[in-house]
């Protein structure tokens, strides 16, 4: 059958292929240009067609097949508020217009590009923070430093976001900024005070600490803590965070300022930088932005950290497991989950069997990449009882099949250094007020 149009066969009627100005740069500009524009981690800037044109096969492929931009959360489990993946359309459009010859189009079309002003993704910060120095950095090694510094506060401050935002990207991999009270304490402790210290199983060299060969071996620390420190309960978690792929902290949960997090007057901020290994020495002068609430919140945004710091990866292992579990000491409101691992990490998986017995898998992160640290903040909260556990599953390919493996045939332990491993959950959780109707917390 054949449809007429205006008295027109439907072979008489040419479709314009879509156009880099109208059609495609509003995509990288909702999707991309965070990390696609210059001075950011991403290879090429999408901001101008000039820039994207010699890319354009290989940002049809990335787009098809689903690697750009990158998401890694299992789509079976959970509702994500930061999913950044392209729509059917989307990805469509892109196909059709690199197939179509990826013209240019009327430069009249073009939206005007997101505004960074001098790289702050939220515009320009009430409050900038540095480490202090103009710091080198060596060629040829990977290197952990630490910068305490001040920030002079003479009252206390609620934060609604924060960016770190690194003086030279090149240099730093990822980078956490703490909030210190007094001399060196981190603002809020940890529920492990009393056990062993983690420095006795720990060998530092250059500033970089390792889990020591002979220290005592737990893959399952769901089982049982054997002692060790930092097995059970929490740790204290940074007041902001950059990692490869992560957007800024954004403390605001809901966008109506019932969520921040609290600056003590006379706080210090502990800045601790990755850089990452490079080929010609340079300098880096990282810092912090902070963006002032208009008021103090309803709810303190809080994070959990959990680690599990005395696994051991055999040589040649392609799916070693390793696991933690936290038990909620009090009802609260799981708000986002960020997995990390080095370049043997393979996959994780969060599950919460809640205080009645339900289980339920908050997360599955099918391929793990350490190139792309992404945080997957959940659509609504996630509620865990008082009672509830999350345990937590990492597996590892320490085998010759792993690309990125440093060394196959050598077995791993935790470590600063990116060819050492590590088993961290950064999380980020809201307390919830006790019900006066009930008496105490939610129930399941």
Known sequence: MRVLLLGLTTASITIAAPSFTKDVAPIFYKSCVSCHRPGEIAPMSLLEYKTVRPWAKSIRDAVVRRQMPPWFADPRYGHFSNDPRLSEREIETVKAWVDGGAAEGNPADLPAPPAFADGWRYGKPDLVIDIGQDFPVPAGRDLYADFVVPTNLTEGKWIRAAQVLPGNRKLVHHAHVYAMAGEGRSVAGTTTANAPKLGDFLEVENGLSRVRNDAPVINDACAGDGGLPNLAGFEEGSLATMLPGKPPDLYDVFGDGSTAKYLPAGARLRFQIHYAKVDQADTDRTRVGLYLAAKPPVNPLKRVDLRNRFFLIPAGASQ?????????????????????????????????????????????????????????????????????????????????????????????????????????????????????????????
């Open 320 to 444: 070693h497991e390793v696991k933690r579990c936290y038990d909620v000491e009090q009802d609260k409101w799981l708000v986002a989950i960020t997995p990390h691992m080095h370049y043997r990490g393979k996959d994780a998986t969060y599950e919460l069997v809640h205080a009645g017995g339900r289980r339920e898998i908050l997360l599955a992160v099918p391929q793990y990449n350490f190139d792309w640290q992404l945080q997957y903040r959940f659509q609504d909260p996630v509620l865990m009882e008082k009672g509830s556990r999350m345990v937590v599953t990492f597996h590892y390919d320490n085998s010759p099949n792993n690309r990125a493996n440093p060394d196959p045939a050598k077995a791993v332990r935790w470590g600063d250094r990116s060819e050492d491993e590590m088993m961290v959950t950064w999380t980020e959780t809201l307390d919830v007020p006790p019900s006066p109707s009930s008496g105490g917390g939610a129930k399941d």
